[in-house]
């Protein structure tokens, strides 16, 4: 760390003597000022009795900033007398970073190769540590009441034809007294916005838009009793299910275990009542998920079992949402929290449900914690830095707690179930083999696309899958449809010289989207969009590289399959989920309420439909393109697409019809179609495994990427070439490679070149690296560095 001076520039205080009854009167504050921070003295002229970990607010060349307080000074130190000295402005957050909870983040960031300030900003909620934005006044907010309508007043035949998630939430309204404000009456319950509109529009309960009410995440639910509904049961457990929870119950502490279990095994019950336990002997529990549209299935039986106590804490979430659950986690420790009003009892355990970044929450007297679906990738950061990984920082988190670290999947990452392996594994490795009440796995059937091809079918959608989804609401079922790319078409080509459409900015083939509103015209307007950059431009008239008229869309996303499915299939009810869909708070859930509650017959959307939902009713999972997943240049291509598409089929058959699956594809005899054909993942993962160690590749040897991007693309590969050149000596002697630099797979990305260099070296050693200032010192202004140890993706 640096020291320096805020040196009074406006409105400047004298520091006042400091006095046994009173805080210290000086600070040293660290700052957002520099890629490492650095740490300033402050004056405290109110004499607040602040702390080491203590976050405040002030000023840093007329910015507003929030700091934190490093140490208390009884004393200015000599080079500062006489000098005037900025003071505080106000107590932000007391007792913000304790010293065990900085000490995990020292070491991530020594595992990530970055500075401590920067991991601390990551971790804490957004406007904490750094420099803060001037905010305006906003509107006050819309509050939105929901109240039943009587009996009388309803049409006649309204509640005809009720699934039973609407019966549920007539059922609970009622027991609230008739009327409820319908955020907390939905955190309470976990019924959601989209549930009671259908309700609306069948005239049995009235949606009312009020300019006051309750504060979100308080529970009121107005009326004579004004209780909360009572709480599920815990379900019986299986005797599989009942022999994992007590091998858990009797792990070590800070001991990891893998639960290996099938697509409906009953894993998120096993969570549920291992968190249960630590709720018990007051311990908290963290339960972590890999994408923000697993949050709502997950948070409701949560709520439904514990009450709407329960914490979330994700990117979805706003900024105040975060802020609380973060004050209340540290509320929930043994001592409370200084200088806030915690909204749970002082020392209460808390369970929260959240993403990757739910990881780093101080959670006190930490017992378990979950990470559901631990195999997939978006646990990883790759940007911004620093590049952790939310599986490797719980591990140390488990360690450093003592909590019960368990990994669930159905289709394990190859590195958790090699930890499982040998004389001494590292990771307890437990099973569950079947499915809740002995239901078979769905059988899966290859559809030849070749044979399609060459009996004349042309169309995207085989004859095989269109006879199963045609007769889908004949019977009462549903299906998940998988399309690898969200938009109408992957690109526009030229069909006179082949020339395909680029984003200026990147050098990525430009997506074809399509718009249906009104006044568009039948056809809809059509424009080209950037899935990288976000750049936006309009379909041109002519080629401009040969002037020719005859553009075509090649490939197919989720909206073209949305439209064809609509011209041959009339009355089949669809909808469409993906991430232009799925914006907002509220619109992964929103969707998946919609779909759950029978509005639709086939949900057709991209790789976040494979994700851990569980959707009774769906019967059939078809993957439409699969050989799109496993063509990429990628060491893990093979493991992920047999993972997606493993989870893909676990969708189906979950309820009490049996399922199947469908998968087109033109290459039948492909390894991981094979595999996924027969089941036998534990199979691929020994085969891959051979594979690598035979090769010396991950996980029998390490990598590290270092990125860099600038302005021109001559200057970010001279740069990169420099930097090979100055890093390759020491790299070398710890018996490591420097490979490259060669350009990104993405060589342009929002107008900045990429360049990589790949370092590659063995197993289990440390990155063989100097510090990163002191790699960023030899790089030209302008061109940025970034370290990602061990990526995930080249």
């Known amino acids: 760390m640096s020291f320096a001076t805020a040196a009074a520039s406006d409105a400047a205080a004298e520091a006042p003597a400091g006095s046994p009854e009173r805080g210290a009167p000086w600070l040293q504050v660290w700052l957002e000022a520099g890629r490492e921070g650095q740490v300033f003295t402050y004056a405290n002229p109110e004499g607040w009795p602040l702390a080491s970990g203590d976050l405040v607010r002030l000023r840093l060349q007329g910015r507003r900033h929030v700091g934190l307080v490093v140490e208390p000074l009884a004393q200015l130190p000599p080079e500062l007398a006489g000098r005037r000295i900025l003071p505080i402005e106000a107590l932000h ?65 309204a509640a005809a034809g009720l699934t039973p998630r609407q019966l549920q939430a007539l059922e609970l309204l009622e027991s609230a007294g008739g009327a409820a404000w319908l955020s907390p009456f939905s955190a309470a319950t976990g019924i959601g916005r989209s549930v009671l509109e259908a309700l609306e529009r069948r005239g049995l309960v009235q949606l009312r838009r009020l300019a006051d009410g309750p504060e979100d995440g308080t529970v009121l639910l107005p009326g004579p009793a004004g209780a909360v509904p009572e709480l599920e049961r815990p379900q019986v457990l299986t005797a599989q299910q009942a022999e994992v929870l007590a091998a858990i119950r009797a792990a070590a502490p800070g001991q990891a275990l893998l639960l290996w279990g099938v697509t409906g ?34 948070l409701e039986r949560c709520r439904r079992r514990f009450g709407p106590g329960v914490l979330e804490y994700h990117s979805s979430c706003s900024e105040g949402q975060r802020i609380r659950t973060w004050r209340r986690c540290l509320a ?94 590292t990771t307890t490795l437990l099973r569950l083999p079947q499915r809740i009440g002995s239901r078979p796995l769905p059988p899966v059937r290859l559809v030849d696309m070749r044979l399609e091809l060459s009996e004349g079918h042309r169309r995207l959608i085989s004859r095989p899958l269109m006879e199963r989804l045609e007769a889908l609401p004949a019977r009462g079922e549903q299906a998940v449809v998988l399309v690898p790319r969200r938009g109408y078409s992957s690109f526009l080509s030229c069909r006179s010289c082949g020339e395909v459409v680029q984003c200026p900015h990147c ?105 851990g939902m569980d959707l009774p009713r769906v019967t059939l999972a078809a993957v439409l393109a699969a050989d799109g997943l ?108 420097v490979i490259g630099p060669a350009p990104a797979p993405v060589a342009r990305v929002a107008g900045r070149s990429r360049w990589q260099l790949l370092l590659h070296g063995p197993a289990g050693s440390a990155l063989p690296l100097a510090s990163e200032p002191e790699l960023r010192e030899g790089l030209p202004q302008g061109v940025s560095l970034a370290i990602d140890p061990d990526p995930l993706e080249l």
Not at 100 to 115: E, G, I, K, N, P
Not at 274 to 289: F, P
Not at 541 to 563: H, L, M, N, Y
């Open 93 to 157: 957050q007391s007792a913000a970073v304790d010293p065990h909870w900085q000490a995990l983040l020292a070491q991530v960031a020594r595992d990530c190769h970055t500075s401590l300030f920067r991991t601390l900003k990551t971790a804490l909620p957004p406007g904490w540590l750094g420099q803060r934005a001037e905010r305006r006044a906003s509107a006050p907010r819309q509050r939105i009441r929901v109240e039943a309508r009587p009996a009388a007043a309803a049409p006649a035949d």
């Open 332 to 425: 929930s420790g043994p001592a409370g929290n200084r200088g806030t009003e915690p909204a749970t009892p002082s020392g209460s355990p808390v369970l929260v449900v959240g993403t990757r970044s739910a990881v780093f929450l101080p959670i006190p007297r930490l017992g378990l914690i979950v990470l559901d679906e631990e195999h997939d990738s978006s646990y990883k950061q790759d940007s911004p830095m620093p590049c952790y990984h939310a599986r490797d920082v719980a591990r140390q988190r488990a360690l450093r707690s003592g909590a019960r670290l368990v990994l669930g999947s159905a289709t394990p990452c190859l590195e958790t179930w090699l930890s499982c392996q040998g004389p001494q594994p």
């Open 630 to 737: 496993l063509h990429r240049p990628d060491l893990r291509a093979g493991e992920q697409s047999l993972q997606l598409l493993l989870q893909l089929a676990g969708r189906a058959g979950r309820g009490d019809r049996p399922g199947e699956v469908l998968v087109q594809t033109y290459c039948p005899e492909h390894p991981v179609i094979r595999h996924l054909v027969d089941g036998r993942y534990e199979a691929f993962l020994e085969e891959e495994l051979a594979v690598r160690r035979s090769a010396g590749l991950v996980p029998f040897s390490r990598a590290c990427l270092l990125r860099l991007a600038g302005p021109s693309a001559s200057g970010t590969a001279t740069a990169a070439a420099a930097l090979a050149e100055r890093i390759r000596p020491g790299v070398e002697a710890a018996g490591w490679l």
């Open 507 to 611: 050098d990525v083939a430009l997506t074809v989207h399509r718009s249906r509103s009104a006044g568009a015209g039948a056809e809809g307007r059509q424009w080209l969009r950037c899935h990288w950059c976000d750049h936006r431009q309009e379909i041109g008239e002519r080629c401009g590289a040969c002037g020719s008229t005859a553009f075509k869309p090649f490939g197919a996303g989720t909206q073209r399959v949305i439209e064809q499915l609509e011209a041959e299939l009339e009355g089949l009810r669809l909808l469409r989920f993906d991430r232009d869909t799925t914006r907002g708070r509220e619109g992964h859930r929103r969707l998946l309420e919609q779909f759950a509650a029978g509005e639709a017959d086939v949900l057709v959307g991209t790789q976040m439909l494979a994700k």
């Open 265 to 298: 095994a009953g894993k998120t019950e096993v969570y549920l009542q291992a968190a249960a336990d630590a709720l018990a002997a007051g311990q908290s529990a963290l339960l972590l998920t890999p994408e923000i549209g697993l949050i709502p299935q997950l």
